[in-house]
């Protein structure tokens, strides 16, 4: 065993970057699933959505994506009450929304992966940005700066669904919503509005994660689909409708994943992970910030 | 002459004309008219995370496919294919054969690009007894030993440890001879089986492995694995991955500074345009496995014409456009039914099968010959390393001395530049 104390503290620097990233695709999750009880299968497809644009933005337009992800978090705002909608009147207004719904958000992933085959092509793409390749040294600490962009996007980002969502009056309607519909409908607020911006919000933070992942790897159109499980796994550990839960989720996941890589071996790292999962279910069921 | 002479006079000529266009289609030869073409049944990845080289694979195999009917076809029959995605999974895939021999009632079939798709079709074939020339399969036919089935990545009798092979002989003839090695990979298949065969080989040539660890196959962060083995102090660091890996690996070794001997190996994806292009110059010194490469040792008759062929399709079809690793195996592929059909003078599956076996083919991949399993009789992997890339241009890889083959010693173009980390 090669363990010193350097290779402990980058490990767990490591694992807080990749936390980062993990929150800011758990977010979206954890909103339309944990808030709006939509089972939004489909996350990982408006993540591609994102990686691809942010592709394209850079390589027709030379626009950087930084610019990009603000961009397209303006775009999901401006799109997500029109995919709302539309969702609404096909599946919730109907009832039986979970069988549904989830057939309906499988159907969306496909199309939008074939969509982007047929767009794209399917050989992985990936930006070449020199500001990536960077490292930053801090004593023997070394933070790829392909890991800390992602890492404080996520923060900002998971940063300002907070505030929006407990500091504003839509938000608290959210909140609320995600509680008890009718308590909504009685104060005078309309639950379809705050649903509706709710599913807004998981939209563009899902186009964001993509541009994210895209800046720390190559991605082709179906490799969204390896996060959903681990999306959906933060959102439940961090108590399924809370932000502050899933960026807390998501971290411990993260160091718990390059621990395991340091001391016992990357293999083990799936089953640490999930393991740590059912143990806090087992004591929480509700999740760490679940109430 | 009237004006209504003239009139008729025209009308006749154009009356004339028509004759003449379709008395010349009936004098086109009476076998192609008549008979149906020959049918080419088989299930490809043109969606999912196979179908960069499915459909690269399939680009070759139409190029093939034009050349045979400008050149009036096979029998005297055009050629046509029958391809269904199989989304790169291989639960689809039995129903594909099924399919394409019960309903489409094909005239031959062929694999589609990779192993578990190879595995996946071959109940069915064995079981309809049809010959099965498939593509770049990794011992998939070990277990079934089915004598109909030939497979065209150069793997050689034994796969599992022609991927490190090269890489170890290499390592050992560097001066002074290195002691340690790490192994890590993806925990998957293939990458399984290269480490297998790495293991074996590092153990022969008296290394001592100091890390011996698989990843999970959607891991993100490379940096955590790459600094547990710059920890170990390995001299070697043999890895086996697929292609977002294999990228992750690669920048990973970069930012922690790794500082080995060697670095690379096994890596997937490394072969194509799309990843040589986003590494560039961070490839500088990696060795990896290829299959061609277009350095001045491996000019086989015909592969560059296919190339050229392939790079101009390419850009429209939007798929690999240098086309090194798997479009000339496709091709190949195609050449070796079309001359044992050739040889045969039918369609006989079972005297085919018998002809692959015993005859040798010509090939824009060179000379090939089969062994009782189906696997090339003679192992042809190349160790390559990435040498004086610089930036992120793709033509440069069209070039000799960028992809310096360093084993086997027959193909040998360039020696190796060691350490990795300078």
Same mark, same amino acid.
């Given at each position: 065993?090669y ?12 694992g ?39 592709y ?30 539309g ?5 919730e ?10 057939a309906f ?34 004593g023997?600490v070394s933070?790829?700066a ?16 907070? =505030?929006?969502l407990?500091? #504003?009056? /839509?938000?608290?309607? $959210? *909140?609320a &919503? %995600?509680?008890?519909?009718? +308590? ?32 720390i790897?190559p ?7 390896e ?13 399924i =409708?809370?932000?502050?839960? #899933?960026v /807390?989720?998501?971290? $411990? *996941?993260? &160091? %718990?994943?390059?621990?395991? +890589? ?30 | ?23 010349a ?47 009036g ?17 291989p ?8 399919k ?9 079939v062929?694999s ?21 020339m ?18 065209m990545?150069?793997n ?9 092979r ?15 090695i ?15 065969g ?21 891991t ?28 992750g ?10 500082k ?8 997937i ?20 496995y290829?299959?061609y490469?277009?350095?001045p040792?491996?000019?086989?008759p015909?592969?560059e014409e296919?190339l050229?062929?392939?790079?101009a ?25 079309e ?35 189906g696997?090339?009789a ?38 190796i530049?060691?350490p990795?980390?300078?």
């Amino acid at each position: 065993m090669y363990v010193t104390w350097d290779l402990m503290a980058n490990a767990i620097v490591a694992g807080i970057l990749l936390g980062g990233f993990y929150a800011a695709v758990a977010v979206g999750v954890t909103i339309a699933f944990g808030m709006l009880d939509i089972v939004n299968i489909a996350h990982p497809a408006v993540m591609m959505i994102g990686a691809f644009l942010a592709y394209l933005a850079l390589n027709t337009f030379g626009i950087d994506p930084m610019i990009t992800m603000v961009i397209l978090a303006g775009v999901g705002l401006a799109i997500g009450p029109f995919l709302y909608r539309g969702y609404h009147a096909l599946i919730e207004k109907r009832g039986d929304e979970s069988l549904q719904g989830l057939a309906f958000f499988f159907g969306i992933l496909f199309i939008v992966e074939i969509g982007l085959v047929m767009t794209f092509g399917v050989d992985y793409r990936a930006l070449e940005l020199s500001y990536l390749s960077k490292t930053f040294e801090l004593g023997a600490v070394s933070i790829p700066a392909r890991m800390l962009i992602p890492f404080v996007v996520a923060m900002i980002m998971c940063g300002l669904c907070y =505030a929006y969502l407990f500091y #504003t009056f /839509t938000g608290r309607t $959210i *909140l609320a &919503v %995600a509680q008890d519909v009718e +308590a909504v409908r009685l104060i005078g607020a309309d639950p379809q509005r705050s649903k509706s911006v709710a599913f807004s919000i998981a939209i563009a933070t899902g186009l964001v994660a993509g541009v994210l992942l895209i800046l720390i790897q190559p991605v082709e159109p179906s490799i969204g689909r390896e996060f959903i499980g681990r999306a959906f796994a933060v959102c439940v550990l961090g108590g399924i =409708a809370s932000i502050t839960g #899933t960026v /807390t989720a998501a971290m $411990i *996941l993260g &160091v %718990a994943e390059t621990l395991t +890589a340091s001391l016992i071996g990357p293999s083990w790292s799936p089953a640490i992970s999930f393991g740590l999962l059912l143990l806090t279910l087992a004591f929480r069921p509700s999740g760490i910030f679940g109430r | 002459m009237s004006k209504n002479d003239f009139t008729i006079n025209r009308r006749e000529a154009l009356a004339g004309i028509a004759t003449a266009a379709l008395t010349a289609g009936s004098i086109v030869p009476a076998s192609a008219q008549t008979q149906q073409p020959i049918r080419i049944g088989m299930g490809m990845a043109m969606t999912g995370g196979l179908a960069a080289l499915g459909k690269s694979a399939l680009l070759g195999m139409q190029i093939w496919k034009d050349d045979l009917n400008a050149r009036g076809g096979l029998l005297g029959r055009k050629v046509e294919f029958v391809t269904y995605d199989d989304q790169s999974s291989p639960a689809v895939v039995p129903g594909i054969y099924s399919k394409l021999i019960d309903i489409d009632k094909v005239d031959l079939v062929v694999s589609g690009y990779a192993t578990n798709q190879i595995a996946a079709a071959m109940p069915t074939i064995m079981q309809k007894k049809r010959l099965f020339m498939t593509l770049f399969g990794l011992a998939a036919n070990d277990q079934f030993k089915y004598d109909r089935y030939f497979q065209m990545q150069p793997n050689g009798p034994d796969a599992r440890m022609e991927f490190s092979r090269g890489y170890i002989e290499t390592a050992m003839a560097m001066n002074p001879k290195p002691k340690t090695i790490a192994l890590v990979g993806a925990d998957a298949e293939f990458p399984n089986i290269a480490l297998d065969g790495a293991r074996e080989n590092a153990k022969k040539a008296g290394l001592k492995i100091v890390y011996d660890k698989m990843y999970p196959p959607n891991t993100i962060d490379f940096g955590t694995i790459v600094r547990s083995i710059k920890a170990t102090e390995a001299e070697l660091v043999f890895v086996a991955s697929y292609p977002p890996d294999s990228a992750g690996m690669v920048r990973a070794a970069r930012e922690v500074g790794l500082k080995s001997r060697m670095f690379g190996g096994g890596m997937i994806g490394l072969q194509s345009a799309a990843l040589k292009t986003q590494l560039g110059p961070l490839l500088n010194g990696v060795v990896g496995y290829d299959l061609y490469v277009p350095e001045p040792t491996l000019k086989f008759p015909g592969i560059e014409e296919f190339l050229k062929k392939y790079q101009a399709e390419a850009a429209k079809q939007g798929v690999d456009p240098l086309g090194f690793y798997i479009a000339p195996f496709a091709y190949a592929e195609m050449q070796v039914l079309e001359q044992a059909i050739v040889a045969v003078g039918s369609l006989d599956e079972a005297k085919l099968a018998q002809h692959i076996h015993k005859a040798s083919f010509d090939t824009v991949a060179g000379t090939i010959k089969f062994q009782e399993r189906g696997e090339w009789a003679e192992p042809r992997v190349l160790l390559v390393q990435y040498q004086g890339v610089t930036g992120n241009d793709v033509e440069q890889f069209k070039q000799t001395g960028r992809q310096v083959i360093l084993h086997p010693p027959k193909y040998k173009s360039g020696d190796i530049k060691a350490p990795f980390g300078d």
